[in-house]
């Protein structure tokens, strides 16, 4: 008899709840720094309960091919601060590419008096380079979200 009690057993959902429990609880899993070891947690129903994830997955549109993305990056795994998107949305929601529209202004100005090169810009302002580019370019960049 199976143990799979959910019917989800190696498919992508299941592989996210793993990937997320290893992120956050395994000091072992190479991302455990920028998760677990920073203070993301996962919810206990969540960890607790693969079924209850499930049941919160497909009520709030999963299907394979999107990727659980934490609205709020100094929060953790929990119903009110996940959402699914694809991998564009979710490569804008990383804490290394989120900018203010008065950063955006003042890169824009600092830009423009020829003061600093986009690596000066992305080191001040803790960002990659690619972001001080979309920003100068009017390319997307994304504000935070509050």
């Not at 920073?38 to 549109?61: Q, T, V, Y």
Request: with cysteine.
């Amino acid at each position: 008899m199976s143990n799979n009690k959910h019917g989800h057993s190696k498919t992508p959902i299941a592989n996210c709840l793993v990937a997320i429990k290893q992120r956050c609880k395994n000091p072992n899993n190479k991302d455990y720094l920028n998760y677990g070891g920073r203070g993301i947690s996962i919810c206990n129903e969540w960890d607790n309960n693969p079924s209850s994830f499930f049941e919160w997955a497909f009520s709030k549109g999963y299907k394979d091919g999107l990727q659980i993305d934490r609205i709020d990056n100094n929060k953790g795994y929990y119903p009110d601060n996940c959402r699914f998107v694809n991998g564009k949305v979710n490569s804008q929601n990383r804490r290394t590419t989120k900018l203010t529209e008065e950063s955006v202004k003042n890169i824009r100005e600092i830009y423009s008096y020829g003061i600093a090169s986009y690596s000066q810009l992305a080191f001040t302002f803790n960002v990659g380079v690619s972001t001080i580019h979309n920003a100068i370019t009017n390319h997307t960049w994304h504000k935070i979200i509050r």
